[in-house]
């Protein structure tokens, strides 16, 4: 039985990957870490496959393969999917479909994915740390490197432009670009970006978080493992994935583990956000200016006060929200 995980970018599907392969290290040289606290220097040594075609998804199913192999969820990933008829459970029904497959191919499935208390920090992953290099390219997916610059663009908020420019074609993007008088994405300020990109969450993530929590009693064979787990019970979730794939391993846990956890800077970006969020809607003071917000960050605060709160800033034409609850709240229409 074929071992894999399957996971949402940004959701540390290769660094588990890496620890189930990995029996042991001898120094801190062979951790897989990057600066920015992804895992994916193991993605250039490594010798696994995406499973980004219908052959290599029958290779997979067909072929033993004694290393616990990963792929990015959607399976659709390579193409881009839109929730057209704004259906509501979308995604569900999305993952339903390929975890079922799994299921019926005898695929021992491992599933890490966000929740409502882990959203921003996977957000910030998502966004920032998902980039492929042009050798991973030609390792990983032999694909035309130039094909996906969502995917190889290092520059967050030019990818962040890229991103959107996917959605043009959406009645709720074309709208907004005409209220803020502009011919594409790339004309947009960082303001009217934010605005965009936080549009974009309301519009097109229906049950994305929500529909994880669904799977579970589906397929009881399955095993889920929530990114807040991996955040607060780290070293007892890893070993209990060991179990799971049967994986034996010696390496030395709590020092990969901390190495690991000093470069996740924004795990905790969740109960900060919900403390500064606490705040506004009750006015009273706060002052997030040492936590170094950025666009996404932005994206997320202005997002949940609109439409989770009711509460509307109007903050097109500043590059920069205040980081203080007094000056924030001059800004509400």
Request: include cysteine.
């Amino acid at each position: 039985m074929n071992r894999l995980i399957y996971y949402p970018t940004g959701s540390y599907g290769t660094f588990v990957q890496w620890l189930c392969n990995t029996p042991s290290i001898t120094g801190p040289e062979e951790l897989p870490f990057h600066a920015d606290g992804n895992s994916h220097k193991y993605v250039l040594t490594d010798q696994y496959k995406l499973l980004i075609s219908d052959q290599d998804e029958q290779e997979f199913v067909s072929t033993h393969n004694p290393t616990v192999v990963s792929c990015i969820w959607p399976l659709e990933h390579n193409g881009r999917i839109f929730n057209h008829d704004n259906q509501s459970d979308f995604y569900f029904k999305l993952s339903q479909r390929h975890l079922t497959q799994f299921v019926q191919s005898y695929v021992q499935t491992l599933v890490i994915y966000p929740t409502e208390t882990s959203k921003i920090w996977w957000y910030h992953n998502n966004c920032k740390k998902v980039f492929f290099t042009k050798e991973m390219y030609e390792k990983k997916i032999q694909n035309q490197f130039e094909q996906t610059p969502e995917m190889t663009c290092t520059d967050a908020v030019q990818r962040a432009r890229i991103q959107m420019g996917y959605y043009r074609q959406q009645a709720w993007c074309k709208m907004l670009l005409f209220k803020f008088k502009c011919m594409d994405i790339n004309q947009l300020s960082l303001g009217q970006l934010r605005q965009l990109f936080s549009l974009a969450r309301h519009e097109e993530m229906a049950d994305y978080l929500s529909h994880w929590q669904l799977l579970p009693a589906q397929f009881p064979n399955i095993k889920f493992v929530a990114l807040d787990q991996f955040r607060d019970c780290t070293k007892d979730t890893i070993q209990d994935i060991f179990k799971y794939f049967n994986v034996e391993s010696t390496l030395p846990l709590d020092f990969v583990i901390a190495a690991w956890t000093s470069l996740q800077t924004n795990r905790n970006r969740d109960q900060e956000h919900g403390e500064i969020i606490n705040c506004i809607v009750n006015g009273q003071h706060c002052d997030w200016s040492d936590l170094n917000f950025d666009l996404f960050d932005e994206v997320y605060l202005y997002h949940e006060l609109k439409y989770q709160h009711d509460i509307v800033l109007n903050a097109d034409s500043i590059d920069c929200l205040p980081t203080n609850t007094k000056d924030l709240l001059r800004l509400v229409r």
